[in-house]
């Protein structure tokens, strides 16, 4: 089946292949993690079905709140089918808690809470390191508008609310996380700022509420193993996987 499909691009992470019907893709999620922009990779067995169920989780419950998404529906295991967006080159970052590179760059204590929630926006662009950039690069170099960037702003903190909520409902803290977005066209060719992308672990940092234990890709980065372990942790915890460690397939299609 995957070999007849035409592969449209593949990233770190997935592999987006053309769909079924004009105006959408389909996501196939690898196994493959990568860190410090592609210097560090291995071959995670079982991560990509975890994210892919994950993110079908999050994603479907945003869409009933009213966040629009690229999401369709979950096709197997490792397959997603999405609409097709226009990719807007942006990663836009909120931060709830002190971690990562906002640490390092003004001196913070690693997981200390922010004195309110942050949104960055950075470059899409692994060559240069994915750089943070301001309102003002984002407009002069057309990379999206100053309305695109206020929708991005809004659905990323109703975004962060909801699975602050979510994760804290089950013993974890949201860190912080990371968003893509991409525009979809009208009849009247009018563009809309649409979710796109995925969230799960390898998106968010996710520590244990009571422990500090990290639940997420920094396991990876920072050799602390069992990454594929506390993946499926979140995702039992979030009831997405049984306690025996099998993945549900409740709200599966046939």
Same mark, same amino acid.
């Given at each position: 089946?995957? =070999?007849?499909?035409?592969?449209?691009?593949?990233?770190?992470?997935?592999?987006?292949?053309?769909?079924?019907?004009?105006?959408?893709?389909?996501?196939?999620?690898?196994?493959?993690?990568?860190?410090?922009?592609?210097?560090?990779?291995?071959?995670?067995?079982?991560?990509?079905?975890?994210?892919?169920?994950? =993110?079908?989780?999050?994603?479907?419950?945003?869409? &009933?709140?009213?966040?629009?998404?690229?999401?369709?529906? &979950? $096709?197997?295991? &490792?397959?997603?089918?999405?609409?097709?967006? !226009?990719?807007?080159?942006?990663?836009?970052?909120?931060?709830?808690?002190?971690?990562?590179?906002?640490?390092?760059?003004?001196? $913070?204590?690693?997981?200390?809470?922010?004195?309110?929630?942050?949104?960055?926006?950075?470059?899409?662009?692994?060559? $240069? !390191?994915?750089?943070?950039?301001?309102?003002?690069?984002?407009?002069?170099?057309?990379?999206?508008?100053?309305?695109?960037?206020? !929708?991005?702003?809004?659905?990323?903190?109703?975004?962060?609310?909801?699975?602050?909520?979510?994760?804290?409902?089950?013993?974890?803290?949201?860190?912080?996380?990371?968003?893509?977005?991409?525009?979809?066209?009208?009849?009247?060719?009018?563009?809309?700022?649409?979710?796109?992308?995925?969230?799960?672990?390898?998106?968010?940092?996710?520590?244990?509420?009571?422990?500090?234990?990290?639940?997420?890709?920094?396991?990876?980065?920072?050799?602390?193993?069992?990454?594929?372990?506390?993946?499926?942790?979140?995702? &039992?915890? $979030?009831?997405?996987?049984?306690?025996?460690?099998?993945?549900?397939?409740?709200? =599966?299609?046939?």
């Amino acid at each position: 089946m995957m =070999s007849r499909r035409k592969m449209l691009y593949e990233g770190k992470a997935k592999i987006l292949y053309e769909g079924p019907e004009p105006g959408t893709v389909v996501a196939y999620f690898k196994d493959d993690a990568t860190a410090f922009n592609a210097q560090k990779k291995a071959v995670l067995e079982g991560k990509g079905v975890l994210n892919n169920r994950i =993110s079908e989780f999050v994603m479907e419950n945003l869409g &009933r709140m009213g966040i629009p998404t690229h999401f369709i529906k &979950r $096709l197997n295991m &490792r397959e997603q089918l999405l609409r097709e967006v !226009e990719i807007i080159p942006l990663e836009v970052v909120v931060r709830n808690v002190a971690a990562g590179s906002i640490a390092k760059r003004f001196g $913070l204590t690693e997981g200390d809470a922010l004195p309110r929630s942050i949104v960055e926006f950075y470059y899409k662009n692994d060559a $240069l !390191e994915d750089p943070m950039v301001a309102e003002e690069h984002i407009t002069a170099f057309n990379w999206a508008t100053t309305q695109d960037m206020d !929708e991005m702003i809004a659905m990323a903190l109703r975004v962060n609310d909801y699975l602050s909520g979510m994760f804290m409902a089950v013993g974890i803290r949201l860190i912080d996380f990371k968003l893509e977005f991409g525009r979809v066209y009208d009849q009247n060719d009018m563009p809309r700022v649409i979710l796109a992308d995925e969230i799960s672990p390898d998106s968010c940092r996710l520590w244990d509420a009571n422990t500090n234990e990290k639940l997420d890709k920094d396991r990876f980065r920072r050799d602390l193993g069992n990454v594929t372990e506390a993946y499926a942790e979140v995702a &039992r915890r $979030l009831g997405i996987m049984k306690e025996n460690g099998s993945v549900t397939e409740e709200g =599966s299609p046939e």
